[in-house]
């Protein structure tokens, strides 16, 4: 049948009465052939969602199918580069077309020219089972590339080639099914980027992803495998905290997703992750790192695919038993897209606009993190990382709602906070972290028993002075006694001293447990100490003129990283000064 198109509607075309195409299928629209998805079928029309610009396609112009769903292609290749939500890479469309990409033109994901050096795992006679690891190459000087038997295959060995330098469309393994069929397995294989790829099993959420940055580790920590949101209006640092979190987070895999974000700050990260330097090896953090760059004047369509394209290529790699984590900037502007599709669909609205799926589109996203084992026998875990853009900085929006239900870790960045130059401007009075109970034998095992006490201690401080603030709001500090200004001075330590953190000095960019825990051991001896001072009758004041809570405050970058044992001393400094006090 000769399926032409019949309406468009910016991104949405339909096709009037055929039964050529099957739901979610990927199609080919118009003579540049645009890429398209099926997102609706009746007897009357089937309807089409296209991925690229459709300015200047007609009616009348044909619509072809693929009889395939929307896949990515995965490979080695992957890392070290820049893709558009369609995993198209923009490096070669730059380097082939300019600065402006051309519509239907059709260019691979992966070099299918270049050699890696592969050394196989399996041969001739071999029984090789669904997602067990049949090649290896060196993908980066990081990260070892394992590729892997397609999800759903299993079989013996009929041919293999031996270890040497291939392409990604050489095949490599034959396979013979236990129907005889036979397969060619290559380098590369596709997944559909909607469906999350399958694992053995899911294994419990215990080991935190470790960022370095004080406020997250100890008071809202993440776990490997678990889900944050990162909440905040314009201005309040969820890029920046996105970038901390990329650059020192213990995971083996970045994933970046710049999705609908403007484009010069989708240039500044692209800039700005070619120049780092992964602290842990020396070499370039885009060696372990790839970027999905999809800017707020790229088709609205391929925004809402760009989500589904990162988590599926972190899926990949958590299968060859890495750890990845994806940071997704923003999901209000993926949640957008879906709202202005839904619309041109003309979809019965919900709040704000938003199509009445939205909840159940979001926890479709965040329900693919998770620690797992394997098809290949290994674990792994993807960690999501979604940024939220409320408009006017307002949390109770529907967004910013329905990710609190799919999330168990909540950064809320506070704007007031960003312009006092606090950072990270996480507001510890409206965030929280569901994976402490979680941690907790971690936390006693690998840095100290007392740590939980120590966090619940801080937190009890902060969340009292909160309470006094609102007093001194009112009446002024004068009228509070000394036990209650003494709580307020710690606190004043806590929050500049520890919380506070400086992403451009080299020993407070990132922090090792073993420091924050010594960090707060040092400012809740300082607590304990001044208490019964006060109640014999010292005053606050004269405790403050010894200096040391100054002092206190500024041990984080007095103490090189390198030199931890240097806090013990803090001690010996507290009640030296504290002896003095008249």
């Given at each position: ?14 096709v ?8 979610l ?13 099926v ?13 690229e610009s ?7 112009e044909?619509?072809?199918?693929s009889?395939?769903?929307?896949c ?9 580069n ?8 923009l490096?070669?469309i ?28 399996v ?5 090789v ?20 038997i397609p999800v ?11 270890s ?16 005889g069929?036979v ?18 099993s899911?294994?419990?959420i ?20 678990g889900a ?7 201005g309040a640092g969820?890029?920046?905290t ?8 213990d ?17 500044q ?5 070619s ?9 370039p ?8 760059a999809?800017?707020?004047?790229m088709p609205?369509?391929?925004?809402e ?35 202005e599709i ?6 019965m ?8 799926y939205?909840?159940?589109r979001?926890?479709?996203?965040y ?13 792994g875990s993807?960690?999501i ?5 409320p ?9 910013t ?6 999330v168990?870790?909540f ?26 109970d ?15 006490a ?12 909160n309470?006094?603030?609102e ?9 509070l006694?000394?036990?209650q200004?003494?709580?307020?001075e ?6 500049v001293?520890?919380l ?9 960019t990132?922090?090792p447990f073993?420091k924050q ?10 607590y304990a ?7 014999k009758?010292?005053p ?9 809570f ?8 007095d ?13 010996d ?8 006090v008249?």
């Amino acid at each position: 049948m000769d399926n032409r198109i019949y309406s468009i509607n910016g991104p949405v075309v339909t096709v009037r009465r055929t039964s050529d195409f099957s739901m979610l299928e990927m199609v080919y629209v118009g003579h540049a052939k645009l890429l398209g998805e099926v997102i609706g079928i009746t007897d009357e029309r089937t309807t089409i969602q296209v991925y690229e610009s459709t300015t200047g396609l007609k009616p009348g112009e044909p619509v072809y199918t693929s009889g395939s769903l929307l896949c990515a292609h995965l490979g080695p290749g992957i890392l070290k580069n820049i893709f558009d939500g369609i995993e198209r890479p923009l490096k070669d469309i730059a380097s082939e077309q300019g600065a402006f990409i051309s519509a239907g033109k059709a260019i691979a994901s992966l070099n299918e020219e270049k050699k890696w050096h592969v050394t196989m795992k399996v041969k001739k006679g071999d029984t090789v089972t669904s997602g067990q690891i049949f090649a290896t190459c060196p993908e980066t000087d990081l990260i070892e590339h394992r590729s892997m038997i397609p999800v759903g295959l299993s079989g013996v060995v009929e041919s293999a080639v031996e270890s040497g330098d291939y392409t990604v469309t050489e095949t490599l393994v034959t396979i013979k099914d236990s129907v005889g069929q036979v397969h060619d397995i290559k380098l590369a294989q596709d997944w559909p980027i909607r469906n999350p790829r399958p694992v053995l099993s899911r294994k419990p959420i215990d080991l935190p992803l470790v960022t370095g940055q004080r406020v997250i580790d100890t008071l809202f920590p993440i776990a490997k495998g678990g889900a944050a949101a990162v909440p905040g209006g314009f201005g309040a640092g969820k890029t920046m905290t996105q970038h901390q979190l990329a650059k020192w987070c213990d995971a083996d895999i970045i994933v970046y997703v710049g999705c609908g974000e403007r484009g010069n700050e989708m240039t500044q990260v692209l800039e700005e992750f070619s120049e780092l330097i992964d602290p842990k090896s020396g070499k370039p953090l885009l060696d372990r790192t790839v970027l999905i760059a999809n800017t707020s004047n790229m088709p609205v369509a391929a925004r809402e695919a760009s989500i589904y394209t990162g988590i599926t290529l972190a899926e990949y790699y958590r299968d060859m038993g890495y750890h990845v984590a994806i940071m997704a900037d923003s999901t209000s502007r993926w949640a957008e897209a879906l709202r202005e599709i839904s619309g041109r669909l003309e979809e019965m609205p919900a709040e704000e606009g938003f199509p009445a799926y939205l909840p159940s589109r979001i926890s479709q996203f965040y329900e693919r993190a998770g620690y797992v084992e394997t098809y290949s026998r290994n674990d792994g875990s993807v960690t999501i990382i979604g940024a939220v853009s409320p408009q006017g900085a307002d949390f109770s929006e529907p967004v910013t709602q329905n990710t609190k239900r799919f999330v168990r870790a909540f950064w809320a960045l506070d704007k007031s906070l960003a312009y006092a130059r606090h950072y990270p401007a996480i507001n510890w009075n409206l965030s929280y972290s569901e994976y402490l109970d979680d941690l907790d034998r971690w936390y006693a095992q690998n840095v100290a028993r007392d740590f939980t006490a120590l966090r619940t201690e801080i937190v009890q401080i902060l969340h009292e002075e909160n309470k006094l603030m609102e007093i001194v709001k009112l009446i002024g500090s004068d009228v509070l006694p000394d036990d209650q200004k003494l709580v307020i001075e710690i606190a004043k330590v806590v929050r500049v001293g520890y919380l506070q953190q400086n992403a451009f000095h080299p020993d407070d960019t990132f922090v090792p447990f073993e420091k924050q825990y010594k960090m707060l051991k040092v400012i809740s001896y300082l607590y304990a100490a001044c208490k019964p001072m006060i109640q014999k009758k010292f005053p606050i004041s004269a405790i403050l003129k010894t200096g040391i809570f100054d002092l206190v405050i500024k041990m984080k970058y007095d103490i090189p990283n390198n030199n931890i044992a240097l806090l013990d001393t803090y001690f010996d400094l507290i009640d030296k000064a504290l002896s003095t006090v008249e």
